[in-house]
């Protein structure tokens, strides 16, 4: 697993938080090529990205476990990933796990064809890959729903605090102007 220095992080575009580290790292996929739903991470804490040398670390709170409905494909994500970024293709990846036969293996490398033809590539250490289709990492539709109900239950949640505050402040004024 690759150090992230403060030399490094000096270097790097650097997020913070859940939701842009989503956002950011789903540009960061679709700008390379690939499926925006390959990392399906939650409680992203920290993504960051030189872009010079395409070397990306993404950190979240805890490992997570994913099935890729459409092939049956379980994948852990540890708490740190690590990896260099190209076009199409993600190279010396750490951090990801897929399970074969009962036994988890670490995945190397993840690419897709340049021209597209709908299949990516995983690769571990020894050279063996499987091919899968890509549409089987887009973004579930489930997700891309939960992530859009979780904003606007915040958003509503807000309107509701400020129409109580507002409330807060009319029932002030009254007892003011009774008082008067």
């Given at each position: 697993m690759a150090q992230i220095t403060d030399e490094l992080k000096a270097k790097a575009e650097v997020y913070y938080?859940?939701?842009i580290c989503r956002e950011k790292s789903r540009f960061l996929l679709q700008e390379v090529g690939l499926p925006r739903g390959l990392l399906p991470l939650k409680d992203i804490i920290e993504v960051g990205y030189v872009e010079e040398?395409?070397?990306?670390?993404?950190?979240?709170?805890?490992?997570i476990e994913h099935t890729f409905k459409k092939i049956g494909r379980a994948v852990a994500y540890?708490?740190?990933?690590t990896a260099y970024v190209e076009k199409c293709k993600i190279r010396k990846l750490t951090g990801v796990k897929t399970k074969e036969l009962m036994i988890w293996i670490s995945l190397v490398e993840l690419s897709v064809d340049d021209p597209p033809t709908g299949k990516l590539i995983g690769k571990i250490?020894?050279?063996l890959y499987r091919t899968f289709p890509t549409s089987a990492f887009e973004l579930e539709e489930e997700e891309e729903e939960e992530d859009h109900l979780a904003k606007k239950v915040e958003e509503e949640s807000k309107v509701e605090e400020e129409s109580k505050k507002m409330e807060s402040k009319v029932e002030e004024e009254s007892k003011k102007v009774g008082a008067a």
């Open positions: 938080g859940d939701d040398t395409g070397f990306v670390w993404l950190k979240q709170k805890k490992k540890g708490t740190e990933i250490a020894s050279g």
